[in-house]
Structure formats: C-alpha cells, structure tokens
C-alpha cells in the first residue's frame, strides 16, 4: 500500500536521485579511470555517454515509475499487459534482486565509512597503520555494530515517508557532500606536488581515444554512476508529480552525479601525488591509501573527518533508494503497511550482510550482483520502456510537463541505441569481470 504523494518540488526529486546516483564509485573509481584511461581525453567518451544514459536512460525509467506509480515489479507487469502478456512481475524481480544484493552489500561498506569517521575524530585512525586499522575492520563480523547503525539510518529515515524522509535527508546530505568535497579539494589545492595530480587528470593523452577499453570503461562508468538499474529510479520516477520536466530533471540529475565524480578527482588525485602514493590502487585507495595521506597532512583529522562525513553521506542517500524500492514491493504485492515493510528489508540486510562483513566474501557478493545481476535488470528495464511500451505509451509520459514534444530522434536513439548499448554493458561486464 504505497503513499500517494510526490515530492514536494523539483529540486527534492533531482537531489534525491543525485543522493541515489552518487555513491562510491563516484569517489573511488571515476577518479582512478579518469587518470588511468588518458585523463582529459578519458572525459570525452564519459560526458558523451553521460549525456546519452541520462536524457534518455534516466528518463525512460523516470517515466516509467511515474507512468505506472509503482516499482519494476508492477511496472514491468504493466508494460507486458499492454502486450497482452503475462510474466512482468517474473522480470520485474530481477532489478529488484538486485537491488537486494547491493542494498546487502553496500550497508557494509557504508558501514566501514562510518568506523573510519569515528576513527578520524577520535584520532585512533591515524594510530593504527591504515592497512592494520582496515583489516581490523574488514574482519569476520568485524563491522556489525556500525553495519546495524548505518541500516537503521536508512530505515529511520524512510519511515519518516517520501517527503519528510527521503526528500528531506537528501536535502541535507547532498548538498554538505558537495561543501565538504569544495573544502577539501581547496585544500589539498596548497599541498606540495599537488600540481602534478592536476597534470595526471586534466591533461589529455588522446591516444587513449584508439583505445577500445577507454570508451568500454567510460561507457560503464556512466551507466553505473547514473544508478540504472531498472529498479531504483522508476519507484522515485513514481513520486514525480505529473506536472514536471521529466527530461530536464534527468539531465540535472546526470549534470551534479558528474560534479561529484569531478570534485572527487580534484580531491583525491592530487593529494595522491602529493604524498607520492599510487593513483591506480583501485578499492583500497579510499579506505588505506587516503587516511594515510590525511595522517601525513595539517590537521588531517579534521579534513579526515570531511572526507568520511561525505563518504557516508554519499553512501546513505543511495542506500534509502535501495531500501525503498524493496521496501515499496513488499507493501504493493503484499500488501504490508509501510513500517513492517521497512523493518523487514533491513533485518534481511543486516542478517545476510553479517556474514559478509569479511572483505573477500564481500567482494566477491558485490561482482556477483553488480557483473550479472544489475546489467541484466537494466538490459529488461530498457527493452520494457522503449521497446514494449514504445513512443506512444512512454513518450506521451515524457512529453508531460515540456513545451515542445521531443523529436522522433530521440525514440530512435533510445530504441536502437540506448537499448544496443545496455545489452553490450551486460555482456562486456561479463567478459572484463566488471565495467561499472
């Protein structure tokens, strides 16, 4: 039994599924491809697939949330019958599966984000080697106290509903990640060697362009950053008030998801050169690479603090955007009221999440969920806006709110190849181990 309600305004929407969109593959892994594919010449292919994910990717599912006012359970059974067929909600499972798997996954990274925010401003961080004070808590049921803390977070926040809830964290959240990530990019600014970092990210190495892994990377890269995944953005979609600018709030949505990745990069990179550190050392660089520079760093514990505070930030908006299109199944196909629904999904968390608290048992769940299970759930989200629902369902829905009806262009990139290009995210993160 789902609310009736909608955000109150535009800006509510477009923050909360910014909140969803950013997470830690905006912190950690555009900064550590932007450098590693060509620097300048990587933001080429990623703004050019940015552009094309989000005006029409981001937008078909908004529109399909908002068409249906349900998740992709409902909205993919809705999409079928229009066929008169059967087997929407079967399909319908997979993204929210999916879902689940990064909800589980993702509560015990958050999780660690919150124990290395304690540890900066408590100072045992910078007491303890970085790889030590990680191993410690990536241990076997190392983290459950701050895992259960970040799941009931997330869980409180939603009970409080779409508007008082969900639109008023991300409200807050969003824009003091923004702050906090200006204040410590201006900083690591007066580090010594940081204008190397610079050099490292901005100029362009365009040979890279030849290079097919540069577009395979910056295509995943913009796909998972946008978060489409054929579940979380059609049950915000479905909160949109009938009168907005579907297209328009996408495309603000894409814009700030890309000046997080970039504020990132100016933070993160030139402090790593700064302290002579490697650039390309992929997960670890946030959770060992980084609280060993801000040890090394003037009043490191308080930029350390900065950091993890928007980390967890970052972490929790796109957490209660996983714990809502769970939790909104629940209530529309089993008819549970709102707060059952949500105790629910976070004791499913929490108890399968406990077992995976040890980092390579974590690791190994996430490259489950993220190379086979999301792409397949956003390859069927495609196909179900824009090749069962068609221009004339999806596109009346889009058109709402515009004063001029989108172009016959925009269907047939979206149908051939928006659609192509989902279906190639899914094979070509089975074939590199990963490309989001």
């Known amino acids: 039994m789902k609310e009736k309600t909608t955000f109150t305004n535009k800006l509510g929407f477009v923050l909360a599924s910014v909140g969803s969109a950013v997470g830690m593959g905006n912190i950690w892994m555009f900064p550590y491809r932007l450098g590693t594919y060509g620097g300048a010449a990587f933001l080429l292919p990623y703004i050019f697939f940015v552009i094309l994910f989000g005006a029409v990717g981001l937008s078909g599912e908004f529109a399909l949330g908002r068409l249906t006012g349900t998740g992709p359970i409902g909205a993919y059974e809705y999409a079928m019958k229009t066929k008169g067929k059967r087997g929407g909600s079967v399909l319908g499972a997979i993204p929210l599966l999916g879902s689940l798997g990064i909800a589980i996954g993702y509560a015990i990274i958050v999780g660690w984000a919150l124990r290395f925010l304690v540890g900066a401003i408590t100072g045992?961080?910078?007491?303890?080697?970085?790889?030590?004070?990680?191993?410690?808590?990536?241990?076997?049921?190392?983290?459950?106290?701050?895992?259960?803390?970040?799941?009931?977070?997330?869980?409180?926040?939603?009970?409080?509903?779409?508007?008082?809830?969900?639109?008023?964290?991300?409200?807050?959240?969003?824009?003091?990640?923004?702050?906090?990530?200006?204040?410590?990019?201006?900083?690591?600014?007066?580090?010594?060697?940081?204008?190397?970092?610079?050099?490292?990210?901005?100029?362009?190495?365009?040979?890279?362009?030849?290079?097919?892994?540069?577009?395979?990377?910056?295509?995943?890269?913009?796909?998972?950053?946008?978060?489409?995944?054929?579940?979380?953005?059609?049950?915000?979609?479905?909160?949109?008030?009938?009168?907005?600018?579907?297209?328009?709030?996408?495309?603000?949505?894409?814009?700030?998801?890309?000046?997080?990745?970039?504020?990132?990069?100016?933070?993160?990179?030139?402090?790593?050169?700064?302290?002579?550190?490697?650039?390309?050392?992929?997960?670890?660089?946030?959770?060992?690479?980084?609280?060993?520079?801000?040890?090394?760093?003037?009043?490191?514990?308080?930029?350390?603090?900065?950091?993890?505070?928007?980390?967890?930030?970052?972490?929790?908006?796109?957490?209660?955007?996983?714990?809502?299109?769970?939790?909104?199944?629940?209530?529309?196909?089993?008819?549970?009221?709102?707060?059952?629904?949500?105790?629910?999904?976070?004791?499913?968390?929490?108890?399968?999440?406990v077992f995976l608290e040890y980092e390579p048992y974590m690791g190994k769940w996430m490259d489950m969920i993220t190379i086979y299970v999301v792409p397949i759930g956003a390859v069927l989200g495609a196909i179900m806006i824009y090749w069962v629902l068609g221009k004339e369902k999806i596109g009346a829905e889009l058109n709402l709110g515009r004063k001029k009806p989108l172009g016959n262009g925009f269907f047939w990139i979206a149908k051939y190849f928006y659609v192509l290009l989902a279906g190639a995210v899914v094979i070509l993160s089975i074939i590199y181990g990963g490309i989001g």
């Open 124 to 353: 045992d961080m910078f007491r303890t080697e970085s790889s030590e004070y990680f191993s410690q808590i990536t241990g076997a049921f190392g983290s459950i106290a701050w895992h259960m803390i970040v799941i009931c977070i997330a869980a409180i926040a939603l009970t409080a509903g779409v508007i008082t809830g969900i639109e008023k964290v991300s409200k807050f959240m969003m824009p003091a990640f923004y702050i906090l990530f200006i204040i410590l990019a201006v900083r690591v600014a007066f580090l010594p060697g940081a204008a190397e970092g610079y050099r490292y990210i901005l100029i362009p190495r365009w040979e890279y362009l030849l290079q097919p892994e540069t577009w395979i990377m910056a295509m995943g890269q913009a796909f998972f950053s946008l978060s489409i995944t054929g579940s979380g953005m059609i049950i915000y979609g479905s909160y949109l008030d009938k009168k907005e600018n579907i297209v328009h709030s996408a495309g603000m949505t894409a814009l700030l998801d890309t000046c997080a990745s970039m504020l990132a990069g100016f933070a993160i990179i030139p402090a790593v050169f700064a302290f002579g550190m490697d650039p390309a050392s992929g997960p670890p660089l946030m959770f060992i690479t980084i609280p060993k520079i801000f040890g090394l760093m003037p009043m490191g514990e308080l930029f350390g603090a900065f950091f993890f505070l928007s980390v967890l930030f970052a972490g929790v908006t796109s957490l209660i955007n996983l714990f809502e299109v769970c939790s909104e199944a629940i209530q529309s196909r089993a008819k549970v009221k709102r707060i059952p629904s949500i105790i629910l999904i976070a004791a499913v968390v929490f108890a399968v999440g």
